[in-house]
Every structure is written in structure tokens, then in C-alpha cells.
């Protein structure tokens, strides 16, 4: 089989300068829906998202019978649940403390949220602060302090639920696996 001289295969004119228009639309179209995103964030809302969390103790200290806190370090993607753009497809790391004493149990943190543009949210949580008015979020609420670039300014809360999955292959040793659906308020002040 001979092979194809490409540069003798001829298009019409008018084709080229379609095909050319067309994509350089879709260009435009794909660059243009993400800088809308970024300038359109609304100064207020509410959505739901959940992050899919890994938490990866980092280390514990222990008296048996007394009381055992264990730092963890808590990564993972968000998705927001209604199909919107805010809190989606965002990367979530915190740093936390678990601890167990005088049969009482919590988890307070600190957790950023970073978009594709590199701007971030602040956020500390307790899971002693429950929002009773949201009874299916039952595992605590975040407040959100801050952020960058389009989330400047950012404050809201963020009651949370709290759902074991399956820790994922190849997780470190120690590992485990959570879904924390998140209903979210926020303003821009």
C-alpha cells in the first residue's frame, strides 16, 4: 500500500475557513465559560457539594484509660451535588485533631479548598457545632473565614454530614475513607 501524500489532498476554500472559524469558536466558548466562572462567583448563595475525603493519621499520643488525640491530614476532591460550579471540582486538604477523652469524641480543623485557578477558601471546623435546624447534617459545621483572588472576602458556614465508604487501594497504612455532603451559605462582604 502506497502511503498518502497528505499535502496534495485540496480542500475547498470555503471549508478551510469553516472548519478554521469553528474551532477557533470552541476555543473562544471553552476559554470564555471558565473566565465567566471565576468573574461570575455570586456574592451570595447556598449549594451542596461533598468532598471525598482519605484521612491519614500522621500521629497519636495516648494514655490508656485516660485520654488519645491522633492528627490527621484530610485530602480529597469536591463535587457539588446539584450540578452547579460553585464548590466543584476543587481539591480539599485539612489538618485535624481526634480526640477521645472522658467518653466524649471530636474532630476540629482547619481546611483550605483550591480551585483550578490556585484561589483558595479558609475554613476551620468542630464537630461538636451542630446545626439542629439541619438534622440530616449531622456531623458538624464549618465556617468559612476566607479565601483569594474571587473568594476574597468570602465568609459562610457549612453544616456537614459524616458517611464511611470504602478506603480507596493504595491509601497509607492507617488509613480511612469518608463522603462529607456539605450544604453550604456564603457572602462576599
Known amino acids: 500500500m502506497k502511503p498518502i501524500n497528505v499535502s496534495v489532498i485540496a480542500a475547498p476554500s470555503g471549508l478551510v475557513s469553516l472548519v478554521k472559524t469553528a474551532l477557533l469558536a470552541g476555543a473562544l466558548l471553552a476559554l470564555g465559560s471558565g473566565l465567566a466562572l471565576a468573574a461570575d462567583f455570586p456574592k451570595t448563595g447556598s ?50 485533631t481526634n480526640v477521645e477523652t472522658s467518653g466524649k469524641k471530636w474532630i476540629d480543623g482547619g481546611c483550605t479548598l483550591t480551585d483550578s485557578d490556585g484561589d483558595m477558601i479558609f475554613s476551620y471546623f468542630d464537630t461538636r457545632d451542630i446545626d439542629k435546624a439541619q438534622p440530616k447534617m449531622d456531623c458538624g459545621t464549618h465556617h468559612i473565614t476566607g479565601g483569594t483572588g474571587k473568594y ?3 465568609t459562610g458556614t457549612e453544616a456537614f454530614a459524616c458517611n464511611k465508604v470504602a478506603t480507596p487501594a493504595g491509601a497509607p497504612p492507617g488509613s480511612f475513607a469518608m463522603d462529607l455532603p456539605h450544604h453550604t451559605v456564603w457572602e462576599i462582604k
Open 152 to 154: 476574597k472576602g468570602l
Open 47 to 96: 449549594t451542596n457539594y461533598t468532598i471525598h475525603y482519605v484521612f491519614d493519621p500522621l500521629g497519636t499520643v495516648e494514655i490508656p484509660g485516660v485520654g488519645k488525640v491522633t492528627a490527621l491530614e484530610m485530602v480529597g476532591p469536591t463535587e457539588n451535588t446539584e450540578g452547579k460550579p460553585w464548590f466543584n471540582n476543587m481539591k480539599a486538604k485539612c489538618y485535624a
